[in-house]
C-alpha cells in the first residue's frame, strides 16, 4: 500500500531534549515536505525537500532541522525543543511531476508536547 | 481522534443536500490551488484541484470554482454524505512545492 509513515504517533517531551521524527515513503516520490499544524492557523510548512540532498525552508522552519539522505526518508529534528512546539506534525510527499500538490500524500500525523 | 481546530468555521448540511466551502487567498501571484480534506485523526487527503488558467474543474460529486478577479475559490460538494463531514482545507501554490493553507471549514452533516 502507497503510504507515508511518520513515527511516533505521540510524543510527549521536556524542553532541550533533542528528538527525531521520522518519515518514511514507499512511492519513489522526489517531494517531501514537513508541516505543523496548530489551531485556527491551519498548516504551515517547516521545510521541503526536492530530492536527495536538497532542502530548503517553507514558512516556519526556526527551530528545526531536516535532512535527506535517501530518498523514502524525510527526519524532522528538533534540536533543542520549546514548548511552542507543541503541535500536530504533519509529513507529505508528492511525485513533484508538476511542481504542485496534486497527489501529496499525508502520513497521519504526529502530536508532539513538550512540557 | 486529533483535533485539527477549535475554532474553525462550521457549516452544516442536511444529508442530501448540496455543501459550498468558500475560501478566500491572498497571492494573486498563486498559479495553482488545491483543496484537502482532514478527517478525525488522519492527515489531509487530495480532493480535487485547479490551475490559475481556468475557472472550473469538475470531480465525482465536487467541483472547484475559481474567481480570480476576487480571488475566491469554492467546493461545491454534491448530495452530500455523512462520510463528507471533515475539515476541508484550500491550499494555494506560490512557488514550486511551497503549499500555503488556509485555516480550514468544518462540515457536519446532519442525518
Known amino acids: 500500500e502507497a503510504q507515508v509513515t511518520q513515527n511516533p504517533r505521540y510524543l510527549i517531551t521536556v524542553t532541550g531534549k533533542k528528538l527525531t521524527v521520522t518519515c518514511s515513503q514507499n512511492m519513489n516520490h522526489e517531494y517531501m515536505s514537513w508541516y505543523r499544524q496548530d489551531p485556527g492557523l491551519g498548516l504551515r510548512q517547516i521545510y521541503y525537500?526536492?530530492?536527495?540532498?536538497?532542502?530548503d525552508k517553507g514558512d516556519v522552519p526556526e527551530g528545526y532541522k531536516v535532512s535527506r539522505k535517501e530518498k523514502r526518508n524525510f527526519p524532522l529534528i528538533l534540536e533543542s525543543p520549546s514548548p511552542n512546539q507543541t503541535s500536530l506534525y504533519f509529513c507529505?510527499?508528492?511525485?513533484?511531476?508538476?511542481?504542485?500538490?496534486?497527489?501529496?500524500?499525508f502520513g497521519s500525523g504526529t502530536r508532539l508536547t513538550v512540557v | 481522534g486529533e483535533s485539527v481546530g477549535l475554532h474553525l468555521p462550521t457549516l452544516s448540511v442536511q444529508e442530501g443536500d448540496n455543501s459550498i466551502i468558500n475560501c478566500a487567498y491572498s497571492?494573486?501571484?498563486?498559479?495553482?490551488f488545491i483543496w484537502y480534506k482532514q478527517e478525525s485523526g488522519k492527515g489531509p487527503q487530495f480532493i480535487i484541484d485547479?490551475?490559475?488558467?481556468?475557472d472550473k474543474r469538475q470531480g465525482q460529486r465536487v467541483t472547484v470554482l475559481l474567481n480570480k478577479t476576487v480571488k475566491h475559490l469554492s467546493l461545491q460538494i454534491a448530495a452530500t454524505q455523512p462520510g463528507d463531514s471533515a475539515v476541508y482545507f484550500c491550499?494555494?501554490?506560490?512557488?514550486?512545492?511551497?503549499?500555503?493553507f488556509g485555516g480550514g471549514t468544518r462540515l457536519m452533516v446532519k442525518p
Open positions: 497571492n494573486s501571484a498563486s498559479d495553482y
Open positions: 491550499a494555494e501554490t506560490r512557488r514550486r512545492n511551497m503549499l500555503t
Open positions: 485547479i490551475r490559475s488558467n481556468m
Open positions: 507529505a510527499s508528492s511525485s513533484g511531476l508538476t511542481g504542485h500538490g496534486e497527489g501529496y500524500t
Open positions: 525537500s526536492m530530492n536527495v540532498e536538497v532542502t
